[in-house]
């Protein structure tokens, strides 16, 4: 067991903020899109994420942005885990690791949703969410995850779906530390540290979907059909007939 003083390890956290934010500047769609000689922020919705490169590219590309997107939230968020996991803060119960996972965890976020290299303009953020509560509660993000696309598949509400994958587990997390600490055997600062990152990471998703939240409101958002995207061939296949 080791013990470590916020006075001690507070550039630890910086220099773990600012990777993971740098990390989180990674955009795969656009980088999948220009190998198949096209922007993605030119094509559909302009939106670089899985859905617009599923509409672009056909369902596998879209899996696999899907999958890297995922792994892109839960790299940081793993690192922070395995690096900080056996450390406790001086005089608590606290796991050091609890809270790095939640700085490292925000911070991958928005890189990835306002990337410095891309002008601040990147992705809804929905994939690397997923990843980074994949690592806290894998088991019960799957489940989740699971029930989103069900949802989708059968109501074709696609933002909704979005909020059904990383809502639960990021209020389960939060659910997590107050059971396991409380107020007594935890920093006070590390517990609003933590919270933070949490509620951080659901407004910076939600505020990229505001479109989507307004014409959800209205009655008025565009479907996603999964029945569709998967019999549809991807568009430069189309092009090339």
């Known amino acids: 067991m080791k013990y470590l003083m916020f006075s001690e390890c507070w550039w630890q956290f910086l220099l773990l903020a600012l990777g993971a934010y740098l990390f989180g500047n990674i955009n795969f769609a656009i ?7 096209k922007d993605i922020r030119n094509q559909g919705s302009g939106n670089p994420g899985t859905l617009n490169m599923s509409r672009t590219f056909g369902a596998k590309i879209g899996l696999m942005t899907l999958g890297l997107d995922i792994l892109k939230g839960a790299v940081p968020t793993l690192v922070a885990f395995l690096l900080y996991k056996n450390y406790y803060f001086a005089g608590s119960a606290f796991v050091v ?7 490292a965890g925000v911070c991958v976020i928005l890189g990835h949703i306002f990337p410095v290299f891309f002008k601040f303009k990147g992705g809804k953020g929905v994939a690397s969410t997923i990843g980074v509560y994949m690592v806290s509660s894998p088991l019960v993000s799957i489940v989740f995850v699971v029930a989103a696309v069900t ?5 074709e509400l696609g933002s909704v779906g979005s909020f059904i994958a990383i809502t639960p587990p990021a209020i389960l997390y939060a659910v997590r530390l107050i059971v396991s600490y409380g107020t007594y055997n935890a920093p006070l600062w590390a517990l609003i540290v933590a919270y933070a990152c949490v509620a951080l990471s659901m407004v910076l998703v939600y505020g990229a979907h505001h479109q989507n939240l307004y014409r959800l409101f209205h009655g008025q958002e565009h479907p996603t059909s999964i029945k569709a995207m998967l019999k549809r061939k991807p568009k430069e296949e189309s092009e090339n007939k």
């Open 151 to 155: 949802f989708v598949y059968f109501t």
């Open 31 to 37: 980088m999948i899109s220009k190998l198949k000689r």
């Open 97 to 103: 690791a609890d809270v790095m996972k939640a700085v």
